[in-house]
DNA sequence: GATGCTAGGTCTAGTTGACAGACTTAGCAA
DNA sequence: TTGCTAAGTCTGTCAACTAGACCTAGCATC
């Protein structure tokens, strides 16, 4: 079998972008506990592990791209600090979130189960990710998915 | 606000045991490659733009965690090689590409438009990745998702 | 108005990983 | 036996990561 996919150019495939701003490490770590809650530098440093200097790079890139920003807090007796926050373009990463922890889940399991679990807020129940289409078909297998050249797809020279 | 992650390990965070995997620079752009059926090592240097060696050590710590197969191939007048071939665990990063592809579609669009479509491969129509519950419910924002300790979970110290 | 406290950094030196470009390998064909 | 080709490996250079020490800026207490 020869790929359609020769013909076409990368450049232009927004994985690529979207990891060029989530893709190096740590990034991904900082975003879980973004999600998680957590908000203070040191919150992160303990529950990441990343070092000191990544994590404060991480941070800065990620405010500089818009998914988190930085929000002035006060506790009793210390100075003014800041703490950083999802924005909706951070919160939007939420289903590839879902989609790693799942897969995380299934594949390489901790013996003793999932650490975290995600449920729907008003019932309860647990949160799942659905492959559909349009047209309102599920899909179970991602063999039933067709890739095929978009409007912004350029052909190889 | 305070979180309740902020009592809890994340060392057996399956988030983190997964991006241990696929975490690492060009992991995913091979990945991506191969959801779009590019299986030969010239051709993944030649769309991903990794260098040989880079290739070469990601091409063998995907297939010793599973993700991908080598499988021998032969060319006319040429000798046997081999091509790398999605595993089921390899597969079933799929809506974690979809997502990805989502977010980037979204925030990091170039101007002419996404360069791939996903579409169903039995009636042609968009794919598309959403978020329920359990019970049925349509979930549309991670606010409505409620984070709680799971079984593996763990109490710090 | 000097001192100590603390979250959130920055600085330095050493190690690891990425990179470009040249070189190697193994089987088939002529 | 020589050439051809896909799929690597080797080498030197350079950038990124890392651990650990150090710095910073307000607030409070003295």
Sequence with gaps: MSSW?????????????????????????VLREAFNGIRRFDDMRRRTGA?????????ARLVAEGLLRRAPYREDGQRTRYEYRLTEKGIDLFPVMVALLGWGDKHARPADGPAVLLTHRDCGAPVTLRLGCADGHQIESARQVTPVPGPGARRVA
């Design 5 to 29: 996919a020769l013909d076409y150019e990368t450049a232009n495939c927004t994985i690529g972008a979207a990891l060029a701003i989530v893709g190096e490490k740590w990034t991904f770590l």
């Design 51 to 59: 070092p000191r200097q990544i994590l404060s790079d991480r941070l």
